[in-house]
């Protein structure tokens, strides 16, 4: 599953990877807390762009939940030619 602004999530929604769009990272946070309640989620990649202002929040959540939740460079920011499939293959250990 991911969160984050639209080209974030459009990008893994191409590569069959379900997401949430939010634009702020408040509703990010939401988003988050409401999907790692599902037990049916493992894992969820935030953009880096909206994960950054609640980076506290999320460590907190970490520790309360079993879902993993990774932060991932989103597009358009400081880091560019990102190969997210690369990047999710070094996360799940493969």
Known sequence: MTVGKRSFVTSFQLAGVP???????????????KISDDPEVGLVL???????????????????????VFALPASGGTKTDVDYRVMLKKILGM
């Open 19 to 33: 997401g949430t769009i939010t634009e702020t990272p408040e509703a990010a946070l939401e988003s988050i807390k």
């Open 46 to 68: 935030v953009g880096d762009d909206v994960a950054g202002p609640i980076d506290d929040e999320l460590t907190k959540l970490r520790t309360q939940r079993t879902t993993l």
